[in-house]
């Protein structure tokens, strides 16, 4: 089984800190995603990768920065965390086969909050 | 760009009964794929049922079936026998073939199996 681990479940952080949010996948994926989801809204993606050191802009990159510096492993990075960016992050990888993605796999989320 | 509608909040559907969750897509490409997610109370998003646009057969998996109607732009997700681990958010979500890349999700339906 694929298996998306993220590296925390809750996250309380502070406006203006800098914030790290790691993915680690497991099935050796070209592509990975970050999202976050808000009630109402459904899952809006901020940036994804399709190899490593590449990284294309989702629909929402701003405020945020990602790395992917190892195939496994995708972060996304908050500079300096905003109150409106409180919200469940999600990561997920999926396949590359024959230039097409299949469907993708999702890790647990993380709830940050920023007080 | 492509957007994906659920028109559908919430619904709430007695034990053993079935339920039709509605999804409408609008797109100019010809080849792309459906998908149906489920979020569960604990998060982790699953794939539930998977279509393939030049497939003209409607997906089924055990209890979950689609009924795809490509000229309508309509995805709808039906849930046979209801059960009460049925009880999650559900994503409609649209992917372009050869971008390879990014996923349009829905808005969720908050789906309820009452006892």
């Known amino acids: 089984d694929v298996k998306v681990t993220q590296s925390s479940r809750y996250l309380v952080k502070r406006t203006g800190e800098k914030v790290f949010l790691e993915c680690v996948q497991d099935?050796?994926?070209?592509?990975m995603f970050w999202y976050r989801q808000d009630p109402g809204l459904g899952l809006r993606l901020i940036y994804f990768s399709y190899d490593v050191k590449m990284k294309e802009k989702g629909d929402i990159p701003e405020g945020y920065s990602v790395s992917r510096e190892k195939k496994e492993r995708f972060s996304l990075i908050l500079e300096s965390a905003s109150t409106n960016q409180t919200s469940m992050y999600l990561c997920?990888?999926?396949?590359?086969?024959?230039?097409?993605?299949?469907?993708?796999?999702f890790g647990p989320g993380t709830r940050l909050t920023v007080t | 760009a492509q957007t994906v509608t659920q028109s559908q909040p919430e619904m709430s559907v007695q034990e053993a009964e079935t339920v039709t969750l509605s999804c409408t897509y609008d797109t100019s490409e010809n080849n792309y794929y459906l998908f149906w997610y489920k979020q569960p109370p604990s998060r982790q998003m699953i794939l539930v049922i998977r279509q393939e646009a030049y497939k003209q057969q409607n997906a089924t998996e055990n209890r979950f079936s689609v009924n795809f109607q490509k000229a309508a732009k309509s995805f709808s997700l039906k849930i046979s026998d209801s059960q009460l681990g049925d009880t999650a958010m559900y994503f409609c979500a649209f992917m372009k073939r050869n971008t390879g890349n990014q996923f349009y999700f829905g808005t969720g339906t908050s789906l309820t199996v009452i006892p």
């Open positions: 099935m050796d994926h070209e592509n």
């Open positions: 997920a990888s999926s396949f590359l086969d024959r230039g097409v993605s299949y469907e993708q796999y």
